[in-house]
């Protein structure tokens, strides 16, 4: 009995039970980082951010943000209440890039280009470049919303896929059996947390059966994945996997069995090293999110588009072959 007892609470058996309350968890908040060579080479100085789901309430937030050498670019998504949110930041750094980027599009399409001189062109051009500024500028960091009735018009349903997540992670076998424990490590500490550290694998072979119940039936845009397509995107994923060389670590509280952190780092497949970490929090806790305050409309931003067209000599009719009003419900 006694014995028993401490097989339950090794660190062997407090990893599989956090693995599979991770699984079943109905809220949570991660924030994660992309750490690589691959990243300097690219002029990246980093790429992080937060992802905050929660099943019950029908809420996902996910953020992103990269440092790159001209500025610091963000990314953030929401929806709540029905509801799509987006927001980009770094818009304003990003003038700099607008010249060069032009310069190639005169290059390209200078027959179009309205005008019969150099000089007209260019002149245009630079118009267009302070237009796209201002356009940048006005939606800098600004929440913009989309009404839930418009994205579900293109035939994609966030309440939809919600329901099917929380049916497929309540019927899935156990995730923990795609997991091997490689190595127990030292004991570490994260964010005040005694924790129990560890080195796992994947086994791709009995994973692969598990994820497939598990998402097999979901709704995405319309189309519902089958059990061998959901099969074959596990398996393209774990082509190139080695467990010697890949390696996935995860830190386990000690007190409440519930995973804080999880790393995988390894060959990026182009010769370069990588590291991505998430750091996990609010497990079934997660507090409900804020909607913002006063974002600008599909209506709004489709004016503003409008406005900067027309200063550019085109017409409201040239946005609508770009754009067409009635798919954003307009």
């Keep these: 009995m006694i014995g028993y007892a401490v097989l339950l609470n090794s660190p062997q058996a407090k990893i599989a039970d956090a693995l599979q309350k991770l699984a079943a968890s109905e809220s949570i908040s991660i924030d994660y980082e992309l ?5 300097g080479e690219a002029g990246v100085g980093g790429v992080g951010g937060k992802i905050v789901t929660n099943t019950a309430n029908k809420e996902l937030m996910a953020g992103i943000g990269v440092d790159l050498q001209v500025t610091e670019a963000t990314a953030d998504f929401m929806y709540s209440g029905g509801d799509y949110y987006f927001r980009i930041g770094g818009l304003d750094g990003l003038d700099q890039l607008i010249g060069p980027f032009l310069e190639g599009f005169t290059q390209g399409f200078a027959g179009n280009i309205p005008g019969g001189t150099t000089s007209d062109q260019q002149q245009f051009v630079d118009q267009i470049g302070v237009e796209v500024s201002k356009f940048m500028i006005a939606i800098n960091d600004q929440w913009i919303r989309i009404e839930g009735s418009v994205v579900e018009q293109a035939g994609f349903d966030m309440d939809g896929l919600f329901d099917d997540v929380q049916m497929s992670l309540g ?3 156990n995730i923990t059996d795609g997991f091997e424990i490689k190595e127990v490590l030292d004991d570490d500490t994260i964010d005040g947390r005694s924790a129990i550290h560890a080195r796992v694998a994947f086994k791709p072979a009995e994973l692969q059966p598990i994820l497939a119940e598990m998402f097999a039936g979901i709704s995405v845009g319309g189309d519902t ?10 398996e393209d994923f774990f082509d190139e996997y080695d467990p010697e060389e890949d390696i996935l670590e995860v830190w386990v509280d000690k007190e409440t069995v519930e995973i804080v952190r999880m790393s995988l780092s390894g ?3 182009e010769g370069d090293d990588m590291m991505l970490t998430f750091n996990f929090s609010d497990h079934n806790s997660v507090a ?9 409309t599909v209506l709004e931003l489709y004016g503003m588009m409008t406005e900067s067209l027309q200063a550019l000599g085109l017409t ?5 072959e770009l754009v067409d009003p009635s798919a954003l419900g307009l």
Aim: hydrophobic fraction near 30%; charged fraction near 35%; glycine fraction near 12%.
């Design 267 to 269: 060959d990026d497949g």
């Design 225 to 234: 994945l089958t059990q061998e397509e959901v099969e074959k995107g596990v």
């Design 171 to 173: 019927s899935a076998g």
């Design 288 to 296: 409900p999110l804020t909607v913002p305050e006063d974002p600008i």
């Design 316 to 320: 409201e009719a040239d946005l609508e």
């Design 35 to 39: 750490e690589g060579d691959v990243l």
